[in-house]
């Protein structure tokens, strides 16, 4: 028998459909913890055959995308509701509801009114979907991002944006890890958190691994205000704590984070995930200044880097590109790529190890491939190494 709340729930989302007030269903946060599906995204779509409801079915490798009359919908959505997931989110013009299921199926409705959204595409191929959603998000809200009416404030669009594409470059890498009952996280230098919430928001309410996360910051003020933002967000499993990135460890983190470390700060966070043999570790660094002291232009190229401006890419682009093969000789598979448009930031690279198995051969061969970059450019000792011991 249909649980009533779920039908009112359902019988809403198709008088809503008819009128074409219908924005978007989310259904998330799996009741199967182990399960490969993590949401599903509905939403109109106009097609030669009419108007539909596209379903993107979001696993943890892969999205597969359905298109569905309102009919046969109305026939799928019970099952997945009452079965397999807990929060169910449908956006209309003018409001939102939420059904929240406990582990006894009991279901809660919760209705807001809302301002009227901006006009929907029913175009085919549209806008990929918000990772973070904006709707009832308290530290959002919280941290300036949105208005009182849950708006993305005009001034806070491109950090939003920083947001969501970080956390879409960090899903497939964090859903490759192994499945255990806690994913123990530490985020060094979280600053104002932005960053910080967002990851814990997505892995707590859209996936099915349980985050234990640390947010590490050497200024109290922002210390006190993150974890007051995250008591009112109802994040039981996410604390902040004071500290400088070289004199704090958390123990046994699977999990590194140094997002905009300024300096060899980076390189100490670096460390500290080695040392701790963390499987994944991930930065975004900045200021790098430590080589630039030290560096010396090749005769062959003194041509090319004779311009400051030059000389400083080129010390920059060393920095990263050495810490990226040290981490390689640690035992840990890289990948470097643009975290976001520079026209949003400068601080753009990001670095990603995950941790695999390295024979000795190939790290004997990387470590002189080290040494032979280094003499190139009159380079004594990159900074991690010296952390390593290397």
Known sequence: MQNREVEKFLQKLEESFQKSKFVKLTLSKPRIKQSD????IISPVKLKAGLMMHFVFRYKTRDEAKNYSVEESLLLLPGFMENEFFNADMYLEGENHRLLFNRKNEAKALVQKVDTPAPLSLAHNRIKERVIETYGNIWLRELGVLNDKWQIRHEMKDKYLQINRYIELLEPEL?????KDELKIADMGSGKGYLTFALYDFLKEKT????????VEFRQDLVDKCNDIAKSAGFDDLHFLKGAIEDTDIPDADVLIALHACDTATDDAIAKGIQSGASLIVCAPCCQKQVRKEMEVPENLSGILKHGILQERQAEL???????MIMEASGYKTRVFEFISTGHTPKNVMIVGRKTDSDAAGRKELLEKIRNIKQLFGIRQHYLEQLLGL
């Open 37 to 40: 599906l993590k949401n599903i």
């Open 175 to 179: 859903l490759r890890l192994e499945s």
């Open 208 to 215: 099915p691994l349980k985050p234990l996360m640390y947010g």
């Open 318 to 324: 060393l920095t990263d590109g050495l810490r990226a």
